[in-house]
């Protein structure tokens, strides 16, 4: 992944997202792809459109987040995150949901570092902080002003909207992989831990519904 010396904000969520999509989600494409048919030439527009589908949906969620001193601690959290990720589910076949997450939060230091390798540490250096220093040192051009939240707001639209069209113009072929393969959504990344560390957040801290007990003042009949 290289950059040039000055990006435009717009071009380098796109760029991250394609990244995203391509780098860390091998375990997904490869069970897409089983999935529609295996590869072939008459599955290659579905695959295409399923990949250009995917990176537009990352790029309009990124593109929320395209605002200075907020985009570069994000992405480089997100690189690395994702390749710790990509990591386990490679190297250990696991699905990320939210019994993972909680799993993760779960363990001691002794079986943390048991799961620590030099492949481990390689993966994290190669697609985790070799993209980030990538971001780091970018000279990000932001557009300013109302013209600046245009710019976000319809480049956020355009890529849900391409993606919709892209979905209904592929639904047929899509909708049967995605009911029957329902694992594929805990192997696409990074929105799989999102998800499942925002279940388990939303579990850790919910108010238990306490049941106010009824009729505790009645009199039973003699």
Excluded: C
Excluded at 129 to 153: D, E, K, N, Y
Excluded at 160 to 172: D, Q, R, Y
Excluded at 195 to 222: C, E
């Amino acid at each position: 992944m290289s950059l040039p010396k000055r990006v435009g904000a717009a071009q380098l969520t796109l760029a991250v997202s394609a990244f995203l999509a391509a780098a860390y989600n091998l375990k997904f494409w490869e069970t897409f792809t089983l999935a529609t048919g295996g590869l072939s030439l008459g599955n290659l527009p579905l695959h295409i459109a399923a990949f250009i589908l995917v990176v537009l949906i990352f790029n309009a969620f990124l593109t929320m987040a395209s605002f200075r001193f907020v985009i570069k601690p994000v992405l480089i959290l997100l690189l690395v995150a994702t390749s710790a990720a990509s990591y386990f589910m490679n190297q250990y076949g696991v699905v990320i949901d939210k019994s993972m997450v909680q799993n993760v939060m779960e363990t001691d230091v002794h079986e943390a570092t048991e799961l620590v390798s030099w492949n481990f540490a390689f993966t994290i250096a190669v697609l985790g902080i070799l993209p980030s220093l990538v971001v780091a040192r970018a000279r990000i051009h932001f557009p300013q002003g109302p013209r600046g939240l245009a710019v976000r707001l319809g480049t956020g639209v355009a890529s849900l909207a391409v993606a919709a069209f892209l979905l209904m113009l592929f639904f047929k072929s899509l909708a049967p992989a995605l009911r029957e393969h329902r694992e594929l959504r805990y192997l696409l990344t990074p929105t799989n831990y999102v998800q499942a560390v925002h279940g388990y957040l939303r579990n850790k801290f919910s108010t238990p519904l306490v049941v106010a007990p009824l009729g505790t003042d009645a009199i039973k009949g003699r």
